[in-house]
């Protein structure tokens, strides 16, 4: 698991299962490329590293879990995009009790 962070931990855990990336989301994409192999790699975090890797075009697919419930407030996902409009295809959609569940090809540019 690889972490993208202003500044790694000075004494990380022996053993750990995190590597610690402070030098962009292009490193840390092409770390965890060349650990997955021909698996797929799958990014996660809050609304600020999407939005970094969706700037910087390197997100594939978009998952949005919409769960029921406002909160009022937080970061919005998909603000300080540019300006440009991104197309998205549907790849998929279900509904269970507690939240929604989608899927969104990112076309390329």
């Avoid at 009022?72 to 269970?96: C, I, K, N, P």
């Amino acid at each position: 698991m690889f972490v993208l962070t202003h500044a790694a931990p000075g004494d990380p855990p022996d053993g750990g299962v995190y590597r610690f990336v402070t030098d962009g989301v292009e490193s840390a994409l092409d770390r965890a490329r060349a650990a997955a192999g021909d698996r797929i790699v799958c990014i996660m975090g809050g609304a600020n590293v999407g939005q970094q890797f969706l700037t910087a075009g390197l997100v594939d697919e978009i998952s949005v879990h919409l769960v029921p419930v406002l909160f009022g407030a937080g970061t919005r996902m998909f603000d300080h995009l540019g300006l440009r409009h991104r197309q998205l295809e549907a790849l998929e959609a279900v509904a269970t009790p507690t939240a929604i569940h989608t899927r969104f090809r990112v076309i390329p540019e």
